[in-house]
Every structure is written in structure tokens, then in C-alpha cells.
């Protein structure tokens, strides 16, 4: 039973190898890459548009409102962030309703990676808003001891967003996998669509979580920011 791609080799020269996740990782982003070109190529802001605008921006506001939903802030500079997030593990996920196909989001390096690239966005949303020093001191609060508890928390929950990605991932494969060895013909393909359902919601789930974690680095200087403009304002009355 092959349960991450990361098994699979297509070519190895020496140390290097060509595994299934690094194909179907790029497989996914050069669709990803063509789709958007296709679709913006002949954008208008005329009253009669195509299909593929219509859906494009039906899929555009969903985001920004969920995104405007959960950090209570304009959506516009998280936008490319996290709508990249969502799409790429969507159709990481849809795609595997094509034969020979695997989820790189079934790989553990994948999810890593995912990981990894919130864990670095937080502070540099966070920086960005607030400064690096006053950015900073969020990690001594209330008091300098907390310093290493915070930096584990962060450790911890970059940690958790992989882990809980790859292992929904993972586990969908290995059922359908035994399903398919018990009863090769109807609970696979039931398996195989709650497998898509649970990998659009993990998708989602994905890019909120890495939305409140960014919200949560940027949200202190939002309220700090709205009571100085107030106390201003009230000065020049």
C-alpha cells in the first residue's frame, strides 16, 4: 500500500530524486499558473462578462469576506497570501480524482512546507504594521519569562497546522485503500467523494488558521492605531 507520494521515484541521478510529491506539486502550480492566465487575460469591467470572470470574482469576494471576517481588517494586503494557500491545496486535493495521481498535500514535506511559509508570514505581517521592536516585545508579554513559552507556541502550532493537514490527507487514502482491497467496486467511490469534501474543508480550514495566527500578529496594532486616531481627533476638536 503506497500512503505518501514521497515513495514513489520517477528518476534519481545520484543523490537526487524526482518523486511523485515534486511532480505533483508542480503539476498542480502549472495549472494553477495557466488557469489564471486563461481566465485574465481578457478581463473587463464591462456590465456583460464570461464565465470564467463571473467565477473568478464570485471566488475573489469569498475570499476577501472570509478573510475580512476573521481579522476584522481590510482584506486586500492578506489576500494574495492566503487565497494562494486555499487554491493550491484545493485542487492539490480535487485533483485526485484523476487515475495515478497523489496529493502532495499527502506528503508530510508538503504540509511542512505549507507550515513553515505561515510561520514565516506571521511575523512579517506583523512587523510590517507594527515595527520589528514593538513586534517583538508581543513576545515578553506579561513579563520577559514568557519569551520561550511564546517562541514554543509558535514552534508548536506550525507543527500542528502540518501535522493536522497531512494526516487528514493521509488517512482518506489509507481507507479508501483497505475499502478498495475489501470492496473494490461501490465504497471506494463513496469514499473517494467524502475524500474531496474533506479535502476542500481542510483546505479551508487551512487558510483560516493561517489567517487568525496573521490576524492575531496584526490585530494589537490595529486596536492601538483606531485609539490613537480617536484621542487625535479628539484633540484637534
Known sequence: ??????????????????????VFTWLVMALLTLISWLVTRHLTTDTTISHWQN???????????????????????????????????????LLT????YMAPTGSLSTTTALAISVFIA????????????????HYMKPTFLMLPFNIIGEISRTIALAVRL???IMSGTVIVAILLS?????????MQLLGLLTGMIQAYIFAILAMVYIASATSVQTASGAAKNQHESKADS
Open 122 to 137: 506571521v511575523p512579517l505581517f506583523g512587523i510590517a504594521h507594527e515595527g520589528p521592536m514593538r513586534y517583538l516585545q
Open 97 to 100: 480524482i484523476l487515475p495515478g
Open 166 to 168: 497531512y494526516g487528514n
Open 182 to 190: 475489501l470492496t473494490p467496486y461501490f465504497f471506494p467511490v463513496v
Open 55 to 93: 467565477l473568478l470574482e464570485v471566488l475573489v469576494v469569498g475570499i476577501r469576506d472570509q478573510i475580512r471576517q476573521v481579522s476584522q481588517q481590510q482584506p486586500d494586503r492578506f489576500l494574495p497570501f492566503i487565497g494562494s494557500l486555499f487554491l493550491y491545496i484545493a485542487v492539490a486535493n
Open 1 to 22: 500500500m503506497t500512503i505518501s507520494p514521497d515513495t514513489i521515484i520517477f528518476w534519481q541521478w545520484g543523490w537526487f530524486s524526482l518523486n511523485a510529491t515534486i
